[in-house]
Each structure stands twice: as structure tokens, then as C-alpha cells.
């Protein structure tokens, strides 16, 4: 069966990705051709020189990656810049965005939820208070699904009926454990998941910093319940800092000495929590259209 004109677009789109490992330019040569839903392979010979890349190459690659799409059993949609529900970016430009389940939850006020695999009572306790605000707030929580506070946080929020979306480390439909196959499961019938990752990806530990990265350009505000210094949740939150978004910690997190990084970021402008009204004020305002990126601004 034919690939529809938006998966085909993000197969060609993948391909150029595959063979040049550079994410502007291949959407800018996606986007320089006649029709970006054709096949690849009837501008092979053209991009060849372009790319130094052999047709056959940009044929083989493109082979393979529609194959994956055709294989495909889980329904999800390829959102491109153009699409209304497509995230904006704030730090490193995604143009291709996998979703599957419900995206209207794109166009709720969201929060990003941080926190490390292996949290103390306290840290757990500060989490699912929090939590307990963002769901009187009907806020639209954005995770990963990695073991500790991120798993723990979307059990919370599925249990009474929160909005989640998960953001995955991999493709759609490749899960790494029964366990997170079962949570993807309940996610996906009534929340969001979300990956930059084609089913022709292949599952790879580094590609966790390429979700840390997707994350950080989608986040304006994010809370991180508990984090060692140096843990990986950091360079999610800092990023969000430093772009001049919103970002807070328990105000717990300040009394533990080996800590420092969390007094560090504090010191540096981020907001502290201990009740619902800190909570309000990391909690995005209401927007009344969704601005799109001009990749091709001021060219």
C-alpha cells in the first residue's frame, strides 16, 4: 500500500537526514523541491551532486526507511512546521515531529516534569505535590518516560485522569520493556506520545540526549522535583533557563548540602516551590494562537 503524501514527506525528509546528518539542511532541500511528498527517488540524480551521495545510495536509504514507515502498525501522525499542532521551538529546530493519541493536548498551557531515576521520599513527596496542583490547573504535564520521578509522575497523572504527553526516546512503537510497552498503552488511549524518531530508527542509548535536546526546545516552563548534581535532568532545565523560560525546584532541594547545584540555579533566577501559588507562576498563560517558525526568515 502507498505511503500517504505527509509520510512520504517525512520518509524523503528522514532519507536526506540519513545521508547527511544535518536536520536545516535537509528540510531545506526537502523543501527546494518541486513536491516534497513525491518520492526521493525521482529527484535522486539531482540530489546526488548536491548531497555526494550516489543515486543508488539515495535510493537504497530511501528504500529502507519507507519500508519501516509501511511496517508501521500503530496510527500516528508526522506533524511539520506548517501543521497547527506542531510545538513551537525555542532552542534546536526539530521539522519533523511524530504524534500519536490525542493532539489537542498540544494546544493546552504545558509544563515539562524532570527528576532523577532513584528520588527520596522527599523528592517523590514534592513531586506528587505539584502534580496535585498541575491537575487543578488542567495543565498538559510533557515527560520522558525514564524509570524514577518521569514514570512515577505519568502512573500519578493517568490515575486521575491527568494530561499526559510522553516524550520518547526512540520510535513510536519500539518499547525497551514490557513495562513501558503497558504505560506507553495507557498513554496513548488517553494522552500523547511524541518522538523525533522514525520507525526506521534504530533503538540507541545516545539517543536520550536527542529527546534531552527536543524537550528543552519545546519546554517554556519546566519543575524539577529532585536531581543530583550533574544528573542528566539538568541540561533539559538549564537550557530552559538560560532561553529566559520558567523554571522551578522543590524549595526542599535547597536545604540538602550535596545540592549545589540546585542552590546554584536558584541563585541564578529559578523559582522555588512550596505551594500552589508558586505553582501558578510557572504555569504558562493562556495564548491565543500558536505561532509556526519561518525556518526561511530574513533568507
Not at 21 to 35: I, Q, V, Y
Not at 109 to 118: A, I, N, Q, W, Y
Not at 202 to 218: D, H, Y
Request: with cysteine.
Amino acid at each position: 500500500m502507498p505511503l500517504s503524501g505527509e509520510k512520504e514527506k517525512a520518509v524523503n525528509y528522514e532519507t536526506l537526514y540519513a545521508l547527511t546528518g544535518d536536520r536545516e539542511r535537509s528540510w531545506k532541500l526537502l523543501m527546494a523541491l518541486p513536491d516534497p511528498e513525491k518520492p526521493l527517488v525521482e529527484a535522486a540524480a539531482a540530489l546526488s551532486s548536491v548531497i555526494e551521495k550516489s543515486t543508488e545510495d539515495i535510493v537504497s536509504r530511501h528504500a529502507d526507511i519507507a519500508s519501516a514507515f509501511a511496517a508501521e502498525r500503530i496510527e500516528t501522525k508526522v506533524l511539520f512546521p506548517e501543521s497547527p499542532f506542531f510545538p513551537e521551538q525555542r532552542g534546536e529546530f526539530f521539522p519533523v515531529v511524530y504524534a500519536s493519541g490525542n493532539m489537542e493536548l498540544l494546544k493546552k498551557r504545558r509544563v515539562t516534569f524532570l527528576g532523577m531515576p532513584h528520588p527520596s521520599l522527599q523528592g517523590k513527596s514534592d513531586a506528587a505535590k505539584a502534580l496535585g496542583y498541575l491537575l487543578e490547573d488542567d495543565v498538559a504535564v510533557l515527560l520522558s518516560l525514564d524509570d524514577g520521578i518521569p514514570a512515577f509522575a505519568a502512573q500519578l497523572l493517568l490515575k486521575n485522569n491527568g494530561n499526559v504527553i510522553a516524550v520518547l526516546s526512540g520510535p513510536v512503537s519500539k518499547c525497551q520493556s514490557q513495562e513501558e510497552a503497558q504505560l506507553r498503552g495507557r498513554i496513548y488511549a488517553s494522552g500523547l506520545l511524541l518522538s523525533v524518531f522514525p520507525p526506521s530508527q534504530k533503538t540507541e542509548r545516545w539517543l536520550v540526549m536527542v529527546r534531552n535536546s527536543f524537550m528543552a526546545s519545546v519546554t517554556e516552563s519546566v519543575f524539577l522535583a529532585e536531581e543530583k548534581d550533574g544528573g542528566p535532568s539538568w541540561s533539559v532545565f538549564d537550557r530552559v533557563l538560560l532561553s529566559g523560560g520558567r523554571a522551578m525546584l522543590p524549595s526542599s532541594l535547597l536545604d540538602v548540602p550535596s545540592y549545589t547545584f540546585a542552590r546554584k540555579r536558584a541563585e541564578s533566577g529559578a523559582l522555588t516551590f512550596s505551594s500552589h501559588k508558586d505553582i501558578r507562576r510557572l504555569i504558562p498563560k493562556m495564548k491565543k494562537e500558536s505561532s509556526v517558525p519561518d525556518l526561511f526568515a530574513g533568507l
